[in-house]
């Protein structure tokens, strides 16, 4: 299994990036995908979550009104669309496939519940 992000680079506060992760090597419309991040010195962090098949989406507080989750099954594709950023933004942007397929619960948000990773990609918000 192999995600790959890409996307990231510096951005100047109130700037709109949109990040890519392309996946390979699952059956990836089968399991939740999410999106973390963590910034220096901090705990990675969830940010958006999207359902395997509904299109039912999960942010974290600092991402709602602002960063847009999106994904297409076509190509095992995930975005994430970020508006208004703030130099707070700034961090390694991971994507992550959950260790469950067809999960019906909530999507999750603790980083345990993700079996697969990308290497991630840097985000730095200039002010």
């Known amino acids: 299994v192999q995600l790959v992000e890409s996307g990231g680079g510096s951005v100047q506060a109130g700037g709109s990036p949109r990040l890519s992760c392309a996946g390979s090597g699952l059956v990836f419309s089968k399991y939740v995908m999410a999106w973390f991040r963590q910034a220096p010195g901090k705990e990675r962090e969830f940010v958006a979550g999207m359902s395997w098949s509904d299109g039912v989406t999960r942010y974290a507080d600092s991402a709602k009104g602002r960063f847009t989750i999106s994904r297409y099954h076509t190509n095992s594709t995930m975005y994430l669309q970020m508006n208004s950023l703030k130099p707070e933004d700034t961090a390694i942007y991971f994507c992550?496939?959950?260790?469950?397929?067809?999960?019906?619960?909530?999507?999750?948000?603790?980083?345990?519940?993700?079996?697969?990773w990308g290497q991630g990609t840097q985000v730095t918000v200039f002010s």
């Open positions: 992550a496939v959950d260790r469950a397929a067809f999960r019906t619960n909530l999507i999750p948000t603790s980083r345990n519940e993700y079996s697969y």
